[in-house]
């Protein structure tokens, strides 16, 4: 079955950085859209970021953009997110999401699966 676990979050102070990754497995990684979102105390979850298939298409949320860098490593099944510059609003649940295609996808309900989340704490 398809599963991804996401790692790399933690407590940062404001102004700091973060790389979350997501590992995956059960799936065709290399046709595979992946997808960042993440869910803020109190309010609903939200895209941040995705690269399509092949890395060459990617898009971010305007309240990250300019501050995080999305990548993958097919060989490895991994997709990465590289946030720098983080700032108390950026705290949340990042969720790693798949699409068994190949078009950069952004809406949340074109995801067929889930990680469990990996939180993100920003301190001022």
């Known amino acids: 079955q398809v599963q991804l676990v996401e790692s790399g979050g933690g407590l940062v102070q404001a102004g700091g950085s973060l790389r979350l990754s997501c590992a995956a497995s059960g799936l065709t990684f290399s046709t595979s859209t992946m997808g960042w979102f993440r869910r803020a105390p109190g309010q609903e979850r939200e895209f941040v970021a995705v690269i399509n298939n092949s890395g060459g298409v990617t898009y971010y949320a305007n309240s990250v953009k300019g501050r995080s860098t999305i990548s993958r490593d097919n060989a490895k099944k991994a997709v990465y997110l590289q946030m720098s510059n983080l700032k108390p609003e950026d705290t949340a649940v990042y969720y790693c999401?798949?699409?068994?295609?190949?078009?950069?996808?952004?809406?949340?309900?074109?995801?067929?699966?889930w990680g469990q989340g990996t939180q993100v704490t920003v301190s001022s």
């Open positions: 999401a798949v699409w068994r295609g190949m078009m950069a996808v952004t809406i949340e309900a074109d995801y067929e699966y």
